[in-house]
């Protein structure tokens, strides 16, 4: 036999080692790249447009969203980016939902009342005598949502649901201690479930979206509006108004929703983030600040010189018989549609009992 074939590094074991270092050098250099275009994607920034009927003055303008903005932005160094149209700069109130469904904002603060109709099991919250506080109604709201709300908001992702303190009665110059006195008087409401609540109050309703509120209290077109007094103080209306009746007569509720492809065309992490950012989480935080709000709006009125009526017990059991025909009436309309309506309000007054 002959000689080894690689014996005193022949050319042979040249030819191999060149060819080795040729690999090692083209592996190395692929990995390089494929590190600096990881590196690169991880430093993209990605922006979310968020559309919100809210005014740039309302204080869950600033709790709600300002703060998010910053938090999504810290947490993602920077990567993940809000930019924010308040007071209806992308479309009216009645719109917020379609813009997100569409992918016209990725995400939209939406108010359930209007327009009517659009979310009928939703609508029954806003029944009185079932929610005392924000707070409260956020945890039975997001406990509701994977049985009976999810459908209702068809072609978004819901982020949270949310809910302002319940609403009490002001007027321009008709103090309102008893249901005769809303008699013929043009009040505004934010959903249909409210409207029936006034009419059997003996109040005329009428619908206006929350940014033509002041300019109809101003001329005459509305005598008086129910709303929580963070309403109120949000749109600064304490100086168009004279009487404030405390009478928790409806809750109004929102949903921050996000549009589904918005949501998957973000890197895993962001994703994690948005989910980290909001859910029960936010909604707890939500309501916890919106009933603090609550105090600030009352000092707000009152340093406005609204006068404030508090009832006593015999006056508020007056309003509530009043309104004792609606729930039902509103029950087995909602049945009507195929909807589980009763199902529905019984499980919402056991949640609400529970988070009393």
Known sequence: MGPPRYRNGGPDVEREEKSMRRMLTGLLSGTAILAAANGAAAQDTYTLRLSSFLPPVHQQHALTFIEWQAELAERSDGRLQLELFPAGQMGPVAEQYNLARRGDADIAFVLHGLPAGRFPLMELTHLPGILDSASQANMVLMDLVDEYLAEEHRGVRILYLLSHAPGHVHTRETPIREPGDLAGLRIRHPSAVVSEVLEAWGATPQGLPPDQIAESLDTGVIDGLVMPYDGVYGFRLGNLLGYTTELDSYIATFAVVMNPDSYEALPEDLQQL???????????????????????????????????????????????????????????????????????????????????
Not at 276 to 304: K, L, N, P, S
Not at 325 to 342: K, Q, S
Request: charged share 35%.
């Open 274 to 356: 948005i989910d980290e950012t909001t859910g029960r989480v936010a909604a707890e935080i939500a309501g916890e600040r919106w009933d603090a709000v609550e105090v600030e709006g009352r000092a707000y009125m009152e340093a406005e010189g609204v006068e404030v009526i508090e009832l006593s017990e015999a006056e508020q059991q007056a309003f509530t018989e009043a309104a004792a025909g609606v729930i039902e009436a509103r029950i087995e309309a909602t049945e009507a549609m195929g909807l589980p309506a009763r199902e529905f309000y019984e499980r919402m007054l056991e949640l609400a009992e529970q988070y009393r």
